[in-house]
């Protein structure tokens, strides 16, 4: 477990790098646009293609460290061993959903490369954007397959404490 929480950390870097440096274009194609009176071509496209994957790249470090909003209303009476197991098997849920989407990605990325598919200005190729989200999904369903064999304390729970586990 502690290589793939090591494995989830570099994506959210890696996600956070690109957030940044769509955020320096945007600001780039704002600035070209309102004092220069041109703007970069295909800014929107690119921000929104970046921005897909770097959702995609979160995903296993918010799984690794229990960030994800937890609504304990009707399991706040229950003893811990039990909430542990239903965490268990949200985990497990969570693991059989990211490995659908994982597989579906990947059927979406063949699909728009053997298509050809590209962005409508830039001509940029849409499969990059699936094959960039395909492993981050597959490590998020290793999280979660992980967690649900081992329990949820089996990640980096002081990681979990600086993420700030949100309870309903």
Known sequence: MNILHTLAKLAAILAGLLL?????MTCASLIGRNLLGSSLV???E?????????????MPYCQSVQGNIIVDFFTA??????Q??????????????FALLAW???????????????????????????AAMVPPFVLTTLIGLGQALFGLNSSNSADAAAAGEVHA
Not at 20 to 24: N, P, S
Not at 84 to 97: E, K, S
């Open 104 to 130: 579906r990605t990947v059927l979406g990325g063949l699909n728009s490369f053997n298509t050809h598919s590209e962005t409508q200005i830039l001509g940029f190729p849409e499969w990059t954007v699936y």
């Open 20 to 24: 940044t440096v769509i955020t320096l």
């Open 77 to 82: 009476h229950m003893s811990a061993s039990r």
């Open 42 to 44: 295909g800014d929107f």
């Open 84 to 97: 542990a197991q239903l965490d268990r098997f949200g985990a497990l849920l969570l693991a059989l959903i």
């Open 46 to 58: 690119l921000t929104g293609l970046a921005t897909g994957a770097a959702i995609a790249l979160f």
